[in-house]
């Protein structure tokens, strides 16, 4: 199993592909590109994660305190609609929005006590759905698997818990 580091530093040249990429969708739609799309576009794909909408404006304001949030879920269900963003929803009532990483498929563990959401990617799991396809005579085109449970490391689970209601009482 392969973990992926939501830490690792921004590749630029994936930001500045990215960013072309969406003013090119933008423009085959007929809309405007603006200030304020290219900010939430640039500030979204500098991130690293699972984002929520009001993490992103967080983040946004810092650039530009006039963006509010209905241009910030705008402009995420523009991404959405582009293909270089998904929109991910793991059982807590809150829509996430992941850009593509440099693994191209992976999978998720979601902790249930602090809301931990760690991707992963194993080939010998990828290779197993496939012989389970070809033995029922099924051809996969896509698939999503999340695992629910808890962190075994419990200390660092309450911590991340107690800073995740900090912040929730803070926002």
């Known amino acids: 199993m392969v973990s992926i580091n939501p830490n690792s530093k921004v590749d630029e040249d994936l930001v500045k592909e990215k960013e072309a990429a969406f003013a090119e969708f933008i423009q085959r739609r007929g809309l405007k ?14 991130m690293k994660g699972h984002i929520s909408v009001e993490e992103l404006l967080v983040e946004v304001k810092k650039a530009n305190p006039r963006i509010g949030y209905a241009t910030v879920y ?24 992941e850009g593509h990483s440099a693994v191209e498929h992976h999978d998720h563990m979601i902790c249930l006590e602090c809301g931990m959401i760690s991707e992963f990617y194993n080939p010998r799991l990828e290779a197993l759905q496939e012989k389970l396809a070809e033995e029922n005579n099924f051809e996969i085109y896509r698939h999503r698997l999340e695992l629910y ?3 075994k490391d419990k200390e660092a689970c309450q911590a991340r818990k107690k800073q995740k209601e900090a912040r929730a009482q803070g926002a």
């Open 149 to 151: 449970g808890a962190c």
């Open 33 to 46: 590109t603006t200030r304020q799309r290219n900010t939430i576009v640039s500030t979204f794909f500098r």
């Open 74 to 97: 705008r402009t995420l269900h523009l991404l959405v609609e582009s293909g270089l963003v998904e929109e991910r929803r793991f059982g807590d009532g809150l829509a996430r929005y």
